[in-house]
């Protein structure tokens, strides 16, 4: 049985989409093009979320975490908030993040549901002319639900030539509703090199190699193993290999594993290490260190000023598709 419902909370104007099948139920948002929660059993058929969600549509609202946003025009930093001869907003010192605060992260989108014979999907509309990129950019953001997965389809084209890096920005937990840390998961990247960063983790233009390190995820590794050998946690881009899944995040105790599939090069992976806030509360408890793993598929951090790693370029009225696939299953 397949259905949807929509929630719109009149204070904030932000909705609640949920879509629904058999076995799963995942929650996405207007504001922000967001993914709001994923309810999924556990090995004792227990349906629980495993995102992180912040508890009240007024603290949606006045995020500044991006939460299970979609991020854009560009994730990530741009050094020096600075695209040729274009400008960007210096919202991180000198530099640029996240597609500024008027990104697409922070703005209303416009929305449909579309039901299949197999899947129903929320798809989110978006004309960006407030980012302070060259465009206007246009955008869809689609989000599928089916039997297993969450299959999320990012379209862009735009008036003028400009830079495409978006990401979702959304934080696993599997225990379900953030019970424990996420210490204990299992973490498996198909990666051999990361990016090194400065103080401010700004790229510095070399890939090193995680063989032998902290970072070395290449079989399937505790995260708490990690985090004991850098006391900083995880914060870091990884180059991705083609072949999928490209990423596999598992947590025994509760038998749920995620597996992630993308046509994207790289993701970013943030362990939330020292991320500690009690101004808000996110599955019913304040924000804690390791509470959560965000794992961002996009082009790599910064490309704009490393035209070896690739080019984000857009050139106008060209289209591009991104997709990432995230499959729960049972181990």
């Known amino acids: 049985m397949i259905s949807s419902s929509v929630f719109t909370d009149q204070e904030t104007n932000i909705s609640y989409i949920t879509l629904t099948n058999d076995t799963l139920s995942a929650t996405f948002l ?14 004792d058929g227990q349906q629980e979320n495993i995102l992180l969600s912040l508890d009240t549509a007024k603290s949606i609202l006045n995020d500044k975490a991006q939460f299970g946003a979609l991020v854009g025009p560009v994730a990530g930093r741009i050094k020096n908030a600075k695209w040729e001869d274009v400008p960007l907003e210096r919202n991180l010192g000198e530099h640029h993040i996240h597609g500024g605060s008027h990104g697409w ?11 299949t014979t197999n899947s129903i999907k929320v798809i989110f509309s978006l004309t960006d002319t407030s980012s302070g990129y060259p465009g206007p950019i246009y955008v869809t953001n689609t989000y599928e639900l089916t039997t297993s997965s969450v299959i999320m389809t990012t379209e862009v084209t735009s008036d003028k030539k400009t830079i495409i890096n978006p990401t979702n920005h959304v934080y696993f937990n599997l225990s379900g509703n953030a019970k424990r840390d996420i210490t204990k998961h299992q973490l498996f990247i198909k990666s051999s090199h990361f990016l090194e960063t400065d103080e401010n983790n700004i790229p510095s233009g070399k890939l090193l190699a995680t063989k032998d390190t902290g970072y070395d995820f290449s079989h399937e590794r505790l995260i708490a193993d990690s985090i004991n050998e850098i006391s900083q946690g995880i914060d870091d881009a990884y180059l991705l290999a083609s072949s999928n899944p490209q990423i596999t995040l598992s947590e025994p105790l509760s038998g749920r594993k ?7 090069d ?3 992976i943030f362990s939330t290490t020292g991320f500690n806030d009690d101004s808000f509360s996110v599955n019913k408890q304040p924000m804690s260190s390791e509470l959560g793993i965000a794992i ?3 082009e790599l951090p910064d490309i704009i000023n490393h035209p070896e790693w690739g080019n984000i370029e857009l050139s106008p009225h ?13 181990l």
């Open 30 to 43: 207007n504001f922000g093009a967001r993914w709001h929660q994923f309810i999924t059993p556990d090995k």
């Open 105 to 115: 992260w922070a703005q209303f989108w416009t929305f449909e549901l579309l039901e």
């Open 258 to 264: 995620l597996s992630i599939s993308s046509n994207r």
């Open 266 to 268: 790289a993701a970013v």
């Open 296 to 298: 961002e598929t996009q």
């Open 318 to 330: 060209e289209k591009k598709i991104f997709q990432t696939t995230y499959s729960i299953e049972l």
